[in-house]
């Protein structure tokens, strides 16, 4: 503990800076990352003029556990349905421009006469844009809505996974110093099999997990167990030699998946945003001032090389991908900035002690010039796109006008043999993972024990028993999966000319599945290949015949997919979202649309066949959405209420009659408003008065005359309420509530006395 007080007022040193500069930079409207960057600067021991930090190691571990937090709750809002959702424009863009970049950034490197890993880190650092800036950018610029902005945040989603993937290469290269092409593909190919299991398996147990604990959870707990789930995959993923990084990415992108998204998401931000700060401030740290003007030249070549990098690469590659000149000249100019993960990887860099020190300052100096930049090149692309393409020759004009067209339609073009093949390699692939993680867990953990257990032969062959039962779902579904699907039947049924590759993907797969198993009995007894063969037809036979086997397959898919759309599926339920379905309706004209029932509307109250809106505007009610409840496919008999949430479907011509109906309804007028003011009023029940020795409950003033007694004056007592078994006698004063009209037809039956009140 006799640290404590000195990291202490490290803390409180960086905080109360922190919180200065960032006022400072809000006022300025510039990013709060920069204020965290210049906070550290000021605090460093590089400026002899303010308090500096005096234990740079603790902060630095801070900052570490800063990465963690930032990447996990990069995770919760990234989702890798994204990746489908942002098309193939976001997809060719962001790999161009990487590319390039990385490309571009090791060859300045060898032009300064830098080390290879130097080179290597700098292409890194310089190929991804700023997320946090950008945004922002667009949202002060009110840019948010326009179609290039779109794309941008397409480009930038694929590019924060592709950083990750980046990162977990760098840091490959970096501990075992190979740059062999069999090592890279050796690393790329273990950093995706692990992604793919460990994917799979948490969407497939933990929605579960948090679905059975849902009752038991409050907002303390749920912050707890979420970030005992990141740092756990974080200890997990350096078990198996990633970052610490990619493995709070892993499990943050697991649990964006979750119904808990939103709220682990807003739990996780403070301390998120915490961490964060004494990370960017740690930036900030290490950049020396004398480095800095040592370091001039490279500074300025590598500003000038990200900004017109980024610009031409980014055009070029959403070109590249069908979009107009001036569109894409708007998206490359918005992406001329680099940020947080080039931090990211600078400290990766230093961490693992493969880059020199002059590296990290260059990287932050060139990323304050670019992120003051980045207003100033957004502004300019327009101007600048028009007048290129008002210099730009006729046929360059004309090719890039039929380019972007013709990539327009072939995108859109449907292709039965790509979608089969496609849902086929996803469907390898994926069960291919599995069984490979099954087996080789099964090697590793299960077969020692049944070795130390059992004698020779009867562990190998209950270990052999044990695995082949493990996989067996994983198998059926790699030979059985899409075989009868409406794209194999299809192709089948057109021609005979497909049915011959059709067939070879059966084999194919087939050869697979007898492949896994030829290998676990091979590795654990000593028989003949041909045996071994036989045994594997023989088992992969019985997988695809087993009746239960293919109960529990399809019970294990429809789990994951279950998890994986479960967000979905209470969005939609909440109305929140629109279903799957309505954008098939668009292409044949029909719409659906949601409308909130007005509080004042006549419809409140009246049944759907009272309303008879399928005769009268031709439009039909698919669901009703009251509060947390939903009602699908609403009978005749089903009522409206105010406030209700009604999904319809139409034509436009339809919708907007409807629309139109809908708020010109109104069952407030004022003569209504009039007639429904309550009064209070009294009478004396004399000799000829009707109520005389009637009892309150004989009497059927609430259902004749739709008013309340609300009290009784006797014998001169108090008030008192109304007894309804004891008769009125002469003399009472009775209290009558009531409306207006009503009040008044009761009271003056016999004339009598009346004292309004």
């Not at 479960?566 to 719409?591: C, F, N, T, V």
């Amino acid at each position: 503990m006799s640290h404590l007080p000195t990291l202490i007022a490290d803390l409180a040193l960086i905080l109360i800076s922190a919180g200065i500069m960032t006022l400072l930079f809000k006022k300025l409207k510039q990013p709060l990352v920069l204020g965290y960057v210049m906070a550290g600067f000021l605090s460093s021991p590089h400026i002899s003029f303010t308090p500096s930090v005096m234990d740079t190691a603790n902060i630095q571990t801070w900052a570490d556990i800063g990465v963690i937090f930032l990447l996990f709750a990069l995770g919760l809002e990234f989702s890798f349905k994204k990746i489908v959702k942002v098309g193939g424009t976001a997809v060719i863009a962001a790999c161009t421009v990487i590319f390039c970049m990385i490309l571009l950034g090791i060859g300045v490197g060898m032009a300064f006469g830098w080390k290879r890993m130097d080179c290597l880190f700098l292409g890194g650092m310089i190929a991804m844009s700023s997320t946090t800036i950008i945004y922002k950018a667009f949202e002060d610029m009110g840019l948010g809505k326009k179609k290039f902005a779109g794309l941008v945040l397409g480009i930038l989603i694929l590019e924060d996974i592709l950083a990750i993937v980046l990162m977990v290469m760098l840091s490959t290269m970096a501990l075992k110093n190979n740059f062999e092409g069999v090592e890279m593909f050796g690393s790329i190919g273990k950093l995706l099999f692990f992604l793919i299991l460990w994917f799979i398996v948490g969407i497939y147990l933990i929605p579960q997990f948090l679905k059975r604990l849902r009752k038991l959870m409050n907002q303390e707990t749920l912050l707890i167990v979420s970030l005992g789930l990141c740092f756990g995959m974080v200890m997990l993923a350096a078990h198996t030699g990633f970052s610490a990084a990619f493995g709070a990415f892993i499990m943050g992108s697991i649990l964006a998946e979750t119904v808990e998204a939103e709220s682990i998401s807003h739990l996780v931000k403070p301390v998120k945003d915490l961490f964060g700060a004494v990370f960017f401030v740690s930036v900030g740290m290490m950049v020396n001032p004398a480095m800095i003007v040592e370091y001039a030249v490279p500074i300025c070549v590598i500003t000038l090389v990200v900004i017109g990098g980024q610009a031409i690469f980014g055009t070029f590659g959403v070109v590249l991908a069908g979009q107009p000149l001036k569109t894409a000249m708007q998206c490359g100019f918005s992406l001329t900035q680099i940020g947080e993960f080039a931090f990211i990887i600078a400290s990766l860099g230093v961490s693992l002690g493969v880059t020199s020190n002059f590296l990290y300052p260059i990287v932050v100096a060139v990323s304050v010039i670019t992120t003051f930049m980045t207003p100033y090149m957004i502004r300019i692309a327009g101007p600048v796109s028009d007048r290129l393409e008002r210099n730009l020759p006729g046929s360059w004009r004309r090719f890039l006008t039929r380019y972007s067209r013709g990539t327009e339609t072939t995108m859109n073009h449907e292709n039965l043999w790509r979608k089969l093949l496609a849902a086929l390699l996803r469907i390898i692939v994926v069960y291919s993972v599995l069984s490979i993680a099954v087996i080789a867990l099964s090697f590793r953990y299960v077969m020692p024990f049944f070795y130390h257990s059992l004698p020779a032969f009867w562990s190998s062959l209950l270990g052999a028993a044990f695995m082949i039962l493990c996989i067996s779902p994983f198998l059926r579904a790699i030979v059985v999966k899409k075989n009868h699907s409406i794209e194999f039947t299809t192709l089948w049924n057109d021609s005979h000319v497909n049915r011959g590759p059709l067939v070879s993907t059966i084999v194919f797969r087939v050869v697979l599945a007898i492949s896994f198993v030829t290998f676990i009995i091979a590795n654990l007894f000593e028989a003949s290949i041909g045996i071994a063969l036989g045994i594997a037809v023989l088992a992969v036979l019985a997988m695809v015949y087993s009746r239960r086997l293919k109960r529990h397959s399809i019970f294990l898919e429809r789990r994951f997919i279950q998890n994986l759309r479960y967000r979905d599926l209470q969005a939609e339920y909440m109305g929140e979202k629109k279903p799957a379905y309505a954008g098939r309706l668009l292409s044949q004209d029909i719409h659906l649309t949601d409308y909130e029932v007005p509080g004042e509307s006549a419809w409140a109250g009246r049944t759907l066949k009272e309303l008879n809106l399928g005769r009268k505007y031709d439009v039909h009610v698919v669901s009703i959405l009251r509060g947390m409840k939903r009602i699908n496919i609403p009978g005749a008999e089903e009522r409206i209420f105010p406030m209700d949430k009604i999904q319809v479907i139409g034509t436009d011509e339809q919708l907007n009659l409807f629309s139109r109906e809908m708020e010109s309804v109104s069952s407030v007028d004022n003569g209504a408003i009039e007639n429904s003011t309550m009064v209070l009023k009294q009478f004396v029940v004399d000799a000829d008065s009707i109520f005389r020795h009637h009892k309150l409950r004989d009497l059927g003033i609430r259902e004749q005359y739709r008013c309340l007694v609300v009290g009784v004056e006797r014998d001169g007592n108090s008030l008192m309420s109304p007894d309804v078994n004891a008769p009125f006698e002469e003399g009472d004063v009775v209290w009558v509530v009531g409306e207006n009209d009503n009040v008044h037809q009761l009271v003056n039956q016999k004339n009598e006395k009346v004292d309004n009140k």
